[in-house]
């Protein structure tokens, strides 16, 4: 992996359908939008000291759940550089009065706001690797 891959950090939340679709969304532009400049890393890792090592000073884009703002603040704490952070809830608000699924299975609606959230970070991925003159 390249070490100027931008890390995608989403929520970890179990059974609630905020974290499941900040999860499919960094699935969706690390695996099919944007897989040449990112890579998703798990919430839980960053526990480990030699993971933090890792990463400190690396740039991340954060998805997460609810305003506890455990990606962000995971990402403070292991040095790395927050470019970007979103709250899943902010994008569901555009579907007021739909059901965007559970915390096992996304409606229509819920795959509608992951691409929603995955092509607001592809932008920033762009605009990233432009100001860094990769491309
Ligand atoms: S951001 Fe909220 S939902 Fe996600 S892991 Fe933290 S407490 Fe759980």
Redesign the pocket.
Known sequence: MSDKKIYIL?????G?V??LL?REAAHKVVLDLEPQHTDIIC?ASLLLDEVKEQVAGRSVICI????????EKSSVEAGMVVEKKYLTSHFVRKYRGEDPGTGSELTETGKKVVDDIAKTIQADVQEIIQERGEK
């Not at 989403?10 to 179990?14: L, R």
């Not at 997460?64 to 990606?71: L, M």
């Open positions: 989403p929520c970890s939340g179990i609630k905020y974290g900040s919430l997460d759940g609810c305003p506890k703002c455990c990606a």
